[in-house]
Every structure is written in C-alpha cells, then in structure tokens.
C-alpha cells in the first residue's frame, strides 16, 4: 500500500473528495473472464451508502456506480475496470468556519501542516466518502473470489459498541442483516438502538468494534516475512477512516494467555488437517492455515460532536468550535462493509500472489 | 511492505534460516554521508541477542554484524548496504520429530503447505532469528533519523506480561534499561521475574504487550489514503513473529469513548499547536501530528511448551509433539528492540517520502 | 512501471478503451500548490489530438479533459488528480470482421491469447487512445517541473520519417511547432509531406524515429542500479504504442565509436562543469549529469494498411484481412506529445525521489 | 525496477562494490522446489567472469558464489536465496588521482554530484562487477525456467564489434561458445580478434551490439500498458553498465518500413499459429506471441583509455587523465552473459505475473 493505491496484483487506486465531482476506484490487475454489472457491484454500495436510517448521516447520495472501463459483454477483461461515483448532494453552505479552524480529531490539521492547502469542504479527501470506492471495488474482489476460490465467503458485524459488548452465545449469522448495526446479536442490537439514540440526540458519538471472517480460504495464502497475510490485512483496516487498532484472532488478548491457553491443537480430519481452536484467527507465520481468518478492528467514535472543543485558528489564534453537520453518531456502524471490502480485496490479492510463485499448489497432507 | 522487502524509499530486504549459514539485511535508499559504524549497530543487536539472562532462550549467538558495501570512510554512500550475520550455535541436534511433526501455532504446517517443502531446522526461514537482520537495519535508521529529525527519539517497553500490566502511575523511563523486561514500571519488573520463573520451570509460557514511542518526530510524515502512516506502522508491527495485535494512540479502547471522552483539544503554544490530550497516538488521518507517536502490539506466547500438544504429520496421523530446545518463555520481551527497529525504520521512510512529494515543507500555522 | 501504473512517486495509473465511455488518468503523488487548470492541460492535449491534418486519424475527437479531484482554488492538493476524457466519436459500425480475425502487427491476438476475451472495438485498451491519458497526465508533470526546475524544457520533435532522415545543419527549433510533422528541419517538412501524401493515398503506412529533449535539469538525478534514470526512460518510451527501439545520447550507433571518439571531455565553467560533447546523452551511471537529456525512440509503421494480409481468425482458420477504418498513416507524429509527456513525467518523478533520498543536496565542485 | 532491486515477483536485489569485501543478490519470490547448485551458478558466472582471455580484464576474480540461504536439500525453499561472491584481486594500488579527478564517461562525477561522497576504488558500486550478481541470479531464473516452461532457452551473442557487423548468412549458433567474443559468425570472431588486439595495444577500446533471443516462451506473457514485456526488458537491458539503446525485433530500423514490409502475417499451424517473420521480435501490445523473443542493445565503448582526456577535479580545476588499470577493451563481450542473465529474469517473472492474473491459461485458437 502507498499513496492512493493498495495491493500487489489485484490493486486499487481511488480518487475523490467528499465535496467535489465525484469519486473512484481504477481496478487493475482482476483476472479476466469474471462477471460484473454495475448492479451486482450497486448491492453492496447499497449497504455502505448514508442516509439509510436515523443512526447515519442524513446527506442524501444515491452512490449510484458507473463502470467506464476494463469490462466487455458483463465480464471483466483484464484491464483497468474503472468505477465512477458522482457526488449528488453536495449541499451548498457556509464553509467559513471549518475553513479557518481545525477540527479536533479530523486530519484538518495535519491535512494543512503536510500539504499547506486542504479542500476543507467535507474533510476533503479525508472524508469517510472515498470509502464508497473501497466497496465497489470490493464488489470486484468478491466476484472474482466467486471465481478462484468458490465457497468463498465473507462476513463483517458489530461486536461492540460504545462499551457494549455482544454476548457471543447469542450469536445468529442471520441477525446481521436484520438490524441497522450488522450485529449478530439480537438483544445487543435492540440495547444499542436505545444507547445510539441517546447519544444523537445529544450531539454525541461513540466508537465500535468490528468483526470481519472470512471462511472457505485455501490455506497457503500469504507471503512471509514482510509480505505475511496478517501483515497486509492489518494494513488494509488500519487504512480505514477512524481505525485505531487491528486484531487478528485473538489480538491483543493473545498478550494474556499461556501458551497452553493459546495452542490450536491439529488432528487429522476427512479432508484435511483440523483444529481445536483458532486462537491464531486462521494465520500461522504470516500464511492462511485454512481455518476462519478473524480480523476485528476498533473504530474511534465520530469526532463531530456538538459539544464546543478547543482548537485553534490557520492564524494560530486558540478558540472553540461545534461541528454542525450531518454526521454519523457511531461511524463504526458503516464501516461493516467497508471492512468486508478490504478484506475480499487482500484475500483475492493474496490468492493471486500465491498462484504466482508456487502455482496455487499445495504441498500433500497425507 | 511485500515478499521479503519492506519500505518505501528506505528499504530493507532480510534474508537467512535459523540454522542456516546466517542471515542479513540489504538496506537500500539510505541517504548519503550518515555515520554509520559496525560498532554502532552492535549495540542494537546486543539489546535482542539470546541468552542475555535466563528469560531468553539460552542458544548463544554473538550476533556479531558485518558491513558488506554501502559504507565508506565510516559514512553511507546512498547505495546499498548489506549487513550480515553468521549463524555460530547451530546446535547439532536430532530434527527427526519436527521433520515428520507439525508443531501447533508454529508456521511449520502454512510452509508446508504452501510451499511443499521447509527447512524445518529451527523454525528456518520462520524463526525469530530473522528479526536480528530488522534491529540491524534499525540501527541505520536510527543512525540517519539523527541527522534528519535531530532530536527523534525511538523508545520501546514492556507495558503488560500474561495477565498483568504496569502501573501507569509507576511510569518511570530511566528504569527500561534496568531490568531484563524492558519495562518502566519497577515493581512490574519484580513481579513479573517471578511470574516469569514460575512459567519457565514449568515449561510453559506467556504473552505481552509492548508499546513503542516516538518522540519530537515533525507533523506532517504520512500518505493518505493508503500510504497512512499507521498503516504502515500497523503492517510492520503485525509482521512481527507471533504479533496478533496492533494499536494506535488508544487503540482497541478508542471503540469504549464518546466522542467528547476521545476529543484531543488544540489550543497555541508558543512553538505551535499544543493538544491537550494523545487519543490520536499522533495520527490524524494517517499523516503525524507531531506529537509522540504512540503504537502498542501484543505478542502471542511462545507456542513452543513442555506440555504435550496433540497434532499431525506429514503423513497425516494424529499424534502428539512436546516442543523441547531453547526457547524463550515470554518472546515479548526480545520484541521490545524490534518494535522500536520497525518504528525507526517506518518514521524515516515517511520522512524522505514527505520530502519527495512536499520537500518537507509546512504549511505556516500562525 | 507495472500493470497500467507508471512512476514511483509521481504516479500515474490510467484506464479506457478506444470505443468505450471513455479514458483517464489518476496522476497520484504530485506536489502541492501548483498551478493546474483543464485550460492548461488541453492546450498539451490539443497537440496529440486526432483529425487536425490529412496526416493524422479523421476521428472527430475533442479530448476534452475534465479535473475531477486533487485540484482545488486552482492548484494541486497532493492528493490524487483524476482527470477523464469521455469518447465522443465511437462511431457505430460493423465489428464483425474483426472480431473474428486478428489483425496482423495489433495486438489482437496476444490479447485473445493472454486473457481469452477482448474487446476488439477500435482496439480496446491497446488502441492508442490511451495516450491522451499519457498526455494529460504529463501536462501535470510539466505544470510541477516549472516550480520544481524552473528552466527545464521538454521538446520533442521528429528527426525520420520511414527512410528519410532531417538535416542536422537544417535544425531549427521554432520550425517545429510549424509543420503537421514536428520536425525542426523545414526542408524535411516539405519532403515529407508529399511522401506521406503518397503513402496515405496507396493506403500504406510507414514507421518515424522520435527524439525527445529535456534541458535545465539538474545533476544527480536517477538511482543506480535499477533505478537508473535511462532504465526508466527506455521504459516509459518503449511502453508507448508502437515502439520498438529507445536509444540515449548515441543509442545504438554508440557501438560503432571508440573510446577517444565516445568520450565527452570535462572543463570547468564558470557555473559548473562543462562537456565538451554529450555522446553520454546527458546520463552517466544511470545519474543525469546537467547536460540536455536526449532521447530518441523508433515507431513502427502503423499495421493498418489497406493491402490484404494473411491472418487466422479466433476459430483457426487461415485468410486474409484488409484494415479499413480511420487510421493514421504515420503513427510517428502523434507520438511526439506522447514522448515528451513521458519525459515529462520521468524526469518529473526522479526530481522527488532525488530529493526523497539526498534531499536534492549536490556534491560541491570547486 | 528501482532502488537496486527489480523484478516485481521474481526480485532480485543486488548490493556490492568493486573493492569492497565482495557482492551479492538477495534473489526473492523464487518459486519453490527448483533445483539450485553452487556448481550450476557458477558453471554461468564462470560465462562472465574476468581474465579468461586477453580481451577481457585482467583482474583476476574467481566470482565463486555461495548460497547462504532458501536453498534446503538442493532445492528452493520459496524464501529469499542470498547468493554471495567476495572479492579477492582488489590490487591495492593507488587511488589518488581518481579521488581527485572524475573519469570522463564513467559514474564518478554524477555520484559525487547526487551523494555528495564515492567510493572511488575502481568506481565503486557503478563498476561493471555488480553484473557478477545479475549473473548468479540469472542462474536462478533460468533454473526455475526450466521447470515452468520446458524447452526455453536463451542465447546471447555479439552481432556488432565496433563498426563491424556480423554477416547473417554466416550465422552457425554452434559457433558463439567457441570464440572469445560469444559471435555465431565465424567469420567476424577471426576478424575482430585482429581488430580488437589493434585496439587494445593502442589502449583504445570500442563498442558493440549483443542479441539475445529467447525461444520457446508461451504466448501471453506481459501487462499492458505499463507493465509490458517489452518495456520491462527495455529497462533490464538499459539498466546494464554502458548499454545506450534497446531494440525490440527490427527495433531502430522499424522507422524505416512500410506496413506491408513490417507486417508479420499469421497462418493457422499445426500446434498453433504460425507467422511468416518476426519483425515484431515475439512481443505485440506489450504480449508474447510465442514466437523468439528477439533484444538487442548497443555497449558503448570502454571509457578508461589510454589517451589523455580533459576534465575536472573536485575542487574545480580543468586537468587531463589517462585511466590506467585492468580494463576490457569492449566491455560488451561480457555483457553477452549479463544480457542473458536479465532475459531469463524479465522472463520468469512475466511467467509469474501471467499466472497470478490469469491462471496460465491461454484464449483458446481453433
């Protein structure tokens, strides 16, 4: 990953602010021969795109997705596929205070202090809008994953928020889609309503903790030492807006357990080797073992509160600002499919690489 | 980061085994004229070696670095330096039992199974032996960070063994040096060499967590969107061996505070913006604040134990593996020194790329 | 340079086809603060445009590009520029004949070989369309050069047309610009417009030999060994449509020279060293050394002629093609804007990995 | 290509300079279980190294190589294979005058200009010894080529010395392993050991053109439009110590013909398609098309010579200097090997990067 673009062979260049024309995604490097319709890729834009209920962004975008290239009669051709999203609702309005002051916790400050000229409007390309590109392209990962490793599948939900944990025994794959939080767990998601509400209403937010899984992955994916799976996963979603830590598997509770408590014991199984555990999150060494790979990731809460907050001016006068605006409550809650996208992206990636250099075959177990 | 390389611009290329004849570093991009001396640079990999004190594991490894080419008249030329080591205490010893066994939570069974052979000796190319070549690496960094960020400091320490974490109120950095644990907390330091023993006579182990901190490092290192800063610092951390976690600033616990609760408010000092609070580890929107970066990673433990594990071979039967030799009951504490090699080597890396696209120049506050 | 992105740090990635919705470049890495206006770069891309003479394609084209992002109050932000240009003249007709059958000398069949699918109209992505992207982009390049390298100047120009080469003693730079063939020889001009009138009237085509310059760069720029500033150019030429040679300074005839005759002798001037001749092409050990850049690359004839040639269609059939369509006799003369963007754009991008590296800091003489 | 590493899956880093304790290549992303000797690299190195006749240096190197790692059981082992040679015949001599002056047409005032410092002991890291490590490497390349695409072959030979062509009716490839200058025309290898003793008794020196054909390669292999094979090859062979142009098939001489005389028509063979020449040198778009992959590239003429040259010392003064010392008359006989060396490289490496995108299989014909 470097500048605007990440990945090694299926690799992913955005552009775009939150208040300009528009954003995108150049996706290069997909193999061809795999099917693509701005439709299939518009379900999953669907699922990142504000405004849906009262616990997101009330800016109203359709995110509706053009495919300008590298796709002939539905199915990709190898070259570039260039995904274009044009900004609807940019709402016209008084951009005179954010454009003196910076706002705590945004990169409006550093945004300056690096590059000493910001597009204020919106954050810019700081905004959680070029996201949007993240899950098109996404959506090009998952069906060219369709394609190479068929079963394939993968999942992101809430696990927290705010202080909030779910109760793992009430996990139901089924209750992601059902809530406005993507969590699996029913009772936690009628708890956090009531809680989320609160905090909106007082101009509050709060921060989450994400649970992206991938299942059905061949083992042997990953590149090690610098190239490890792990390594680029924790990569891929620490390079989302507002993610401050990444685990994989057990994650910073692994620092807690004995290396008895942490062991994945094998035996030998029907179709192959299988584990009493996944401690290890399905990455042993930097490379897939096969097992469930496990990434959580915490999302800080919104930083645009209505509480006033000290900061200071371009002219380095110290005063307060309240950030008005249609913002998220508890940006963690959108950030479920932008996870789910970056982790199809580097799983495909991954495939990709290994297919590279050993061919995708994997030496015999038994 | 990928294959065997990590970095942008600095950048540096590990190769060797465990058991293999040695291992090293080419590290490349390195400005011109820094001092740089193999003498220097043994003082970082002194910090690392093995069998230091009886928590390390006792094989003996002088680690003792050698400058190939890059380096004349005691100052770098900006072409490439290699640094090698060569293995001393390649134990002649019986491989009979991990040849045929998969040890659980090693990288032997992901080796084998993406590549189709390994060199099972130790670990090979997967061992921790391989972060010697990082903190020798680190050690040029450091080396040119001095010229470039005069004043920069790199600084890494225990902060939790198992279950138990410093005092914070005890926070005392002269006392890093002074124990076998890097940590700053003295009676963290007590306490834990007597867990420590307890674990190590049974044959177990335990995992850690280690922050590592840079200070008086200018704002305005990092790339959005993609190239963030704790992007990078995330995928070198995590491609440490047995990393399961990474953190900035507050890291998993940002997901726990509102957003008044995670406000880090500026106001002016007299030598620029002066922030009340570090949520943010000095990151906004993946470019540096100048304030300390602040990054944390939890160590799994040791997955070699006396305590027998089940698993496979490679002929696919169950059986069982009680991992004997030299091993460290906590190899957190020998990632205290690479942490802080992957943060010299990230920083400056992000210093000369901010100097490529902006000259390091700032935009003027005040 | 890898898939459809070149550069290090100005990085350039583009898409499009001939015949779909249109093309683009996302220009990621650039500098902050300069100048950059859709005026400004048209006037670049007018100069490649198709149908503005008898010697060049009659597809009606405009170009017109449009800034999407990394632009804001006029200058460059330093995050990605995306810059789009949507077809205009696709003109419907019958593809049948050549989606059957590839067309000899077109990339036609390695395409179908490669990726098992096409999208044969006008090309596709292996049309020469795609170098109006080149083009846009490069007027970035240059727009950065001038703050960057105030004096550099970039010409191109045509010095052979099939066999016919110009007269070095005829060379005057301000005819370039006044003649459909950009070459400084007025005599050669002449010339070769009745011979290309020929050509074009018998339906034949016939290939050029480009040369482009680059004066008022600074020393020191490129990075040995692999990172050499001509191992990029020869790449960034050679990647252009057509190209099938790429020479600095003497190029290929630097074979035929001895020593005494190859050598460019050193005196010193009053502002720095000065060469007595510039066989070396302004490049020593991969390291420009102030003198002009001078660099020459070889286009073929274009393969679409109106003489039938034997070819095989996609079922395996051996028979016979004809190219009609609106094709340019001498492909040559287009690729002049597209060299000097290139250059451009090279230069541009080791002017910030010099300073990324030494800081752009020179060795002192004298 | 950057830095001193190339090859985007296939890499290979180099490091090492000419009086320094030796060189090496870091070779990455081998595939794994290839066949690897000492013996079978130096049975290449030995194609390259030193004063095996009177028309190449007199320096005498062994150039023996030693693997220090990802090589286990005669086998590749998938991780970095570290190859080393040291340096035995650094002559202790003295340096003086070329620490004060620089060379005309050598390295030595660009490197002092960009670094700002040089190792000037026989020119340091720009000396033509680095292309030991391009060599050993090679050896890698073409190990594993042999197993991924069986029946490839390249060959290297000297088709130009000075002014002199070869004569392709006397082309014999029996014959390039039995003359001192690698040249299939039996013919010429009499008359240039005449020509070349001329020169090198005057201490003159003189240039030459090498060719290297690749046979037997898939189609398919390159990614357009940046990433093709023909670009890649263009910067491998440009990157090499004194190469001043590349050519691809007809290369330079491709301006010069019409459409009907550069077409290369495709009839329908037995085991594919068939053509009737190759002026396109195997490469169509940037792709394979199965046919001889055919570079050629120009060596300028050894710039150490006995005739006294003008030039400058480092504090500014215009001086003369006749550059003793063990030199090749044409350096470009060692360059046949070295040439070789990085076809094999560009070739595996697009043989990778086509399988990652596209499996390895091909659009089927027929």
Redesign the interface.
Known sequence: ??????G??F?V?????SH?????A?V??????VPITAEALQRWLDRRKPGQNRYTTQRREPDQV?I???V??G?S??????LEIRNQDQRSKDYSEIMEK?R????D???????????YRGG???SAR?TAARVAAGGVARAALEQLAPGAEIQGYMV????HQIDRSNFDADQIEQNPFWTPDPQAAQDWAEYLDG?RKSG??????IEVVARNIP??????????L??????????I?AV?????????????????????????GNDG?RY?SN???G????????QDIVV?F????????L?P????T?????TEIVTKGRHDPCV?IRAVPVGEAMMAAVILDHL????????G??????
Chains 1, 2, 3, 4 share one sequence.
């Open positions: 990953m470097s500048h605007n673009t990440y090694h062979i690799r260049t955005t552009w775009g602010e300009g024309p528009g954003l995108g150049v290069d490097g997909c193999p061809p021969g053009e300008l290239s590298g002939f009669e199915v051709t190898g070259t570039p596929i260039h910076f705590p916790g945004h990169a400050i550093t945004y300056w202090q690096k590059y000493g000229i910001r597009d810019g390309r700081s070029e927290q928020m705010g202080p905090l509050s937010s709060v921060g989450a903790v083992a042997g994916l990953g590149a090690p030492v610098y190239g490890k792990d390594a680029d996963l924790a990569a891929a979603m620490m390079s807006n401050k830590g990444v685990e994989i598997g057990e994650g910073m509770a692994a620092a807690a357990l004995t290396g008895e408590g942490n062991a994945d014991e094998i035996t030998m080797p009493s401690h290890a999150g990455i042993l060494g930097g490379i897939s073992t096969g959580r915490a999302v800080k809460p919104t930083s645009s509160i509480t907050r000290a900061t200071i371009k002219s380095g006068e110290t963690g990709l690489l290994d297919r590279a250099q050993t061919g075959i994997r030496g015999p177990i038994g």
